[in-house]
């Protein structure tokens, strides 16, 4: 068996607010610079996504899809929103499978034909039976955030996928969570979780700026599967992704202004900002804690360590003090880089950090700070990004009747 990085989510051309760029020769050229080995075909109900799939991909002899030309391997993927704006991560096992599952939905959805992440009308319980009928997987996707997902909407799983819950084996923590977080929720222990990019373009700083690391035979669907239920020693070895600060959810915040809000201040505001009139919108922390089980972190036996990284160029804008990603003093650092370690990935997480100040000091200690978990973050918050600080700024939040700075 062998490790493979895994990021299984994100959107094509044809979904909304992606990059033109989302077609699978681009991805597939960007993922080996990255460093996945495996990526999601995403968007697979769509009819002329279908089409580009079926033109580009081939079934190798491991039941993985190959594309001429690159090392990436793919597997057929999805996401669909449901009667309550929940959304759902599916893996099917084939592109027939992808068809099958199209025509199945298609008379309940006025979309389906354009969209690349379809509406539904069905509940959450309906779509994780017809997925497992055409012999897919199926889990919430970015499970916590405030507009669109199964916590927004319910306080447990069941309510959502009814007697299909047992049919749900993994969750996808979103940019704005972590392990650390969704193991305080009793009823996930046993899911495994995933950390997908959920990007709509093929820059390396978007695609896998989350991903999976999983031990398995093959990058096929059906090794996928055993990793995600844990068989035969198949398993995710590893989550790396974002520092849930810097999600754009993460604390409770206007999501007109952005001031940020204790959780008590919110309530008894009832979620108005008195900055701007602004609605506030619960943070992904706060709506946690009041679903959490425990009041500590309990990570079950089988759950995979998680690593906070940041997108290589992002490190090195950090550094050089540049906001703009694709200037040119970045792009000709991140060259070098992957040049040096065999791919980003390679070394964000896998090269010594000798290797990487041999290309550059700063860069190298921003990483080895994050792999350490010692980077320090201004959070993020009512739909703002959250970023990453080497001048120790702390998240200020609105008080009643003063100013003051959180405690965290
Ligand atoms: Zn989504
Ligand atoms: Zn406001």
Redesign the pocket.
Known sequence: MKEYNADFHMHSKYSGGSSDAMVLPEIARQAVLKGLDLVGTSDATNPNWLEHLEEHLTMDGDGAYAIKGYKTKFIVTT?I?DSYRV?HLILLPTIDAAKELRRKLSPHSVDIDREG?PHIQLAGEKLAEFTADVGGMLGP??AFTPW?AVYKEYRTLAECYGGMLHHVKYLELGLSADTDMADRIGELQELTFMSNS?CHSPSPHRLGREFNRVLMKNPGFDEVRQAIERHGGRRFTLNAGLNPREGKYHLTACSRCFTKFMMTDAVNLRWRCPECGGIIKKGVADRISELASFSEVRHPKHRPPYIHSLPLAECIALVLGIKTLTSGRVQEMWHRFVEACGSEISALIDAPVEDLKAVDIGVAGVIDRFRRDRLDYVAGGGGQYGRPTLTGEKDEFYGIGQKKLGDF
């Open positions: 996401e929103e959304h992440r996707s970015h669109t959920d």
